[in-house]
């Protein structure tokens, strides 16, 4: 079955930095990634995602990458701000259509 | 205001008590789903429904039921709880069949057993 790797764990950058935040996957087949926030505190949110016919995909400061030969894809923040402090889960479709998530990752801002 | 409801939002059980968490959506959404969030560990699938009377296991069943008699509820019920079920859960609705939709999540019920 499909599986889904997310690093790192912790990423601190400071405040204007760009954070990227690397996942992979293990079913070639998988077709649909999406990125989720979760705010402290607060439930997940989706925030971008990727469906397999694209390379890449932005909007305003984040964009997603995917590398379907590698089986790998990127959440990409630019111009980091103090509200982007959260922690964020990739995640990829499996052959049963359900979700399967990365252990997320813990995004710090620093002033 | 379209939105997915959990009750309660925070239990502290004791060992072996049935308790059912209740999940509700008003978005006439046919996929709903039950995770359970623990550090390190990201969200885990506990049981999907992809529409009324059909629910099937996510990765971590053991310990828990579901039912989907109407289209809006998915409770998640543990029928004897145990202290490795402490956790955070979530319920999520979606409006496709299946999961690769936009899920919704609601606000979440913080679950002790003690």
């Known amino acids: 079955g499909e599986n889904v790797e997310q690093h790192p764990s912790t990423l601190s950058v400071q405040e204007g930095d760009s954070a990227v935040i690397k996942c992979t996957y293990s079913?070639?087949?998988?077709?649909?990634f999406p990125w989720y926030k979760q705010e402290l505190g607060k439930r997940p949110q989706l925030i971008i995602d990727i469906r397999s016919n694209v390379g890449e995909k932005k909007d305003q400061r984040i964009a997603v990458t995917l590398n379907k030969t590698a089986k790998h894809f990127s959440l990409h923040i630019t111009e980091t701000q103090p509200e982007d402090s959260a922690v964020y889960f990739c995640a990829a479709k499996d052959s049963n259509y359900q979700l399967i998530w990365g252990a997320g990752t813990k995004l710090i801002i620093k002033p | 205001e379209a939105q997915v409801t959990q009750n309660p939002r925070y239990l502290i059980t004791v060992t072996g008590k049935k308790l059912t968490v209740t999940c509700s959506q008003n978005m006439n959404h046919e996929y709903m789903s039950w995770y359970r969030q623990d550090p390190g560990l990201g969200l885990r699938q506990i049981y999907y429904s992809m529409n009324v009377e059909v629910t099937d296991k996510g990765d971590v069943p053991e310990g828990y039921k579901v039912s989907r008699k109407e289209k809006r509820n998915f409770p998640l019920i543990l029928e004897s709880p145990s202290p490795n079920q402490t956790s955070l859960y979530f319920c999520?609705?979606?409006?496709?069949?299946?999961?690769?939709?936009?899920?919704?999540f609601g606000p979440g019920t913080r679950l002790t057993v003690l």
């Open positions: 999520a609705s979606s409006p496709g069949v299946a999961g690769t939709d936009t899920q919704y």
């Open positions: 079913d070639s087949a998988s077709n649909y």
